[in-house]
């Protein structure tokens, strides 16, 4: 992977971000964590990120209007969703605002989560690649 | 027997026997005295006899008779004066009292009325007119009696299908509260199962190692060991969340049993009622709380889960008034004031019309749905109309007092007063 990609989390739960912080930290990317969705959609619009794993269910915003924000705004950005509330619709309707994945809480484990954000890093490593041929400049690495 | 009841139904009514009344006559002439007892006693009733006011008094504190019939022209103590202490005491105020006089002035008879007498007979005593009147006012007051004891009764039976009611209600909310409260169980136990994924992951990354015989980098080991602390800190602090939430559901779950008075903290347990609530999802994330304590602890004497309850049933009712509000506010604020605590519970929905602040604390008075139904009204909201009734008994039992307001400025307001234990010794 040459890309150090910037990753956002998004949870209410603080705890569940240290958590996660940690479960990231022996990847490569840039981790930053917030409590606060509507921050996180600031923060989005200010910083770039190439990934972003959202809670469903927050205060203020939901996580599935922060994924349909997000993906308006700049549908590069690729977004997992992670609930504790199962429902097929959550479920579908996750899918249908362009989620690449879901997560149910509590993880069965949270490496999965590390794996899959792993895969979805090296997709946009290959789209990047032909992105950047089409284009055909050199770089846009971070 | 007396044939003529007030009211069918009321059995004690019929039954009464005169041979079981009491009178008390009070008269300073003894010839006056033997004369009623005679009347009287030839009615059937059972006489009791004082010579003046102070015996009298004395008579009545002792015995409790039925009536009073009751000289005006007394040495020492006369007669007014006496009825005054009858009808200032709550014990002897509703016995009836008859005055006896010679006086025909109509401004004596007035002032015997504004003492508090039901009624009066007149010197020469007529053996007629004093059996009539004192049948009259016995009757009146068994009815009077009998109508209390019905009233009280009634009371009780409301009070037990209330909490009949209340009880089921609760189960059914305990029903959609437990989404809520597994969801947010699932909180701490995502950080805990997290990090014990991560500490397994270590422990393999170790093993593994161990078994190449590749000694790992110092740096490594170092990362290694800092994060499989952070792993453990983390497990050991959602543990210990997760043990604070359901212990506080089980004193939710066991509260409602213990009935007894105890010292408490208004403030935590309006604290703890509002975790308790945040299971609620709608509650927690779309609804504003305004939370200003007062920062003296407010110690009162109270059941707590009775106080939890009248939280719970504000705190409801203000979560179902702003459905649909642009901008839902809840306020909860506690302040001291002399030796009561104000607690106030404030909302901005649309407030209550003034003509029905009273009643809203009426059992059974609601604009919701009934539940049973499964029928909604046009908010969606379902109620009994007892959760006020229920606060207001709850918070009269601790010797306070609630009360409704619908501010000029929008909204519903309810201050409930309630007094301070005092200093424990
Ligand atoms: N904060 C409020 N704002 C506006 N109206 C209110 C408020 N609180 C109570 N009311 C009115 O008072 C009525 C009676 O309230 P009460 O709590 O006694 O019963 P309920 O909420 O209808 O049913 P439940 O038995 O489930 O509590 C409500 O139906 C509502 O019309
Ligand atoms: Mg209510």
């Known amino acids: ?142 | 027997m007396p044939t003529d009841n007030v009211g069918a139904g009321f059995s004690a009514l019929s039954s009464a026997k005169v041979g079981n009344q009491v009178i008390l006559v009070v008269d300073d002439d003894f010839v006056n005295r033997m004369l009623l007892r005679k009347i009287l006693e030839n009615s059937g009733y059972a006489v009791l006899e004082a010579f003046n006011g102070k015996e009298a008094l004395a008579r009545v504190k002792a015995d409790k008779p039925d009536l009073v019939l009751l000289d005006i022209m007394m040495p020492e103590m006369d007669g007014y004066e006496v009825c005054e202490y009858l009808k200032a005491d709550s014990d002897t105020e509703s016995i009836p009292v008859i005055f006896i006089t010679a006086l025909s002035d109509s401004a004596d008879l007035v002032k015997g009325f504004n003492v508090g007498a039901e009624d009066y007979v007149s010197k020469p005593i007529n053996v007629e007119e004093v059996r009539a009147r004192v049948k009259t006012h016995l009757k009146l007051k068994t009815a009077t009696e009998a109508i209390k004891r019905y009233n009280e009764e009634l009371e009780q039976v409301v009070a037990e299908s209330s909490k009949e009611l209340i009880r089921a209600e609760r189960q059914a909310a305990v029903g959609q509260l437990i989404q809520g409260i597994v969801h947010n169980l699932k909180g701490p136990l995502t950080t805990m199962k997290g990090g014990l994924d991560i500490g397994r992951k270590i422990l393999s990354a170790l093993t593994h190692a161990a078994e190449e015989e590749t000694a790992p980098s110092q740096g490594q080991l170092g990362k290694w060991g800092r994060d499989a602390s952070k792993a453990l800190e983390l497990t050991a602090t959602a543990a210990e969340r997760l043990q604070e939430m359901i212990n506080s559901l089980m004193e939710k779950g066991t509260a409602d049993h213990i009935h007894t008075l105890v010292r408490c903290d208004l403030n935590e347990i309006i604290l703890n009622e509002l975790e308790f609530l945040s299971a609620d999802l709608y509650f927690k994330h779309n609804i504003k709380k305004d939370v200003d304590l007062c920062p003296e602890k407010p110690v009162i004497l109270a059941n707590p889960s009775e106080i939890a309850q009248v939280l719970s049933n504000l705190l409801g009712n203000a979560k179902d008034a702003l459905t649909g509000s642009p901008s839902p506010t809840i306020s909860i604020n506690t302040r001291i004031s002399g030796s009561d605590i104000l607690l106030r519970v404030t909302d901005n929905g649309p407030g209550i019309a003034p003509q029905n602040l009273e009643k809203i604390f009426e059992p059974f008075y609601t604009t919701k749905a009934r539940p049973e139904k499964g029928a909604k009204n046009s908010a969606g909201l379902t109620g009994t109309g007892l959760g006020l009734y229920m606060c207001q008994r709850s918070v009269k039992a601790m010797g306070g007092e609630i009360r409704a307001e619908s501010p000029p400025t929008g909204g519903a307001a309810f201050q409930v007063r309630i007094p301070l234990a005092k200093q424990e010794t």
């Open chain 1, 1 to 142: 992977m040459s890309n150090e990609y910037k990753i956002l989390l998004v949870d209410d739960d603080q705890q569940i971000l240290s958590m996660l912080e940690l479960a990231f930290s022996g990847s490569p990317y840039e981790i930053r964590s917030i409590t606060d969705p509507v921050k996180a959609y600031k923060l989005i619009e200010d910083e770039h990120f190439d990934i972003v794993i959202t809670d469903i269910q927050m205060p203020q915003m939901d996580g599935l209007s922060l994924l349909k924000k997000i993906k308006s705004f700049n549908g590069m950005i690729q977004v997992i969703v992670m609930t504790g509330h199962i429902t097929i619709n959550n479920t579908l309707d996750a899918f249908r605002y362009g989620a690449v994945d879901i997560f149910f809480k509590p993880f069965d484990n949270v490496q999965e989560l590390v794996t899959a954000t792993d895969a979805i890093a090296a997709r946009l490593d290959r789209v990047n690649i032909i992105l950047n041929s089409l284009v055909g400049k050199e770089g846009h690495n971070a």
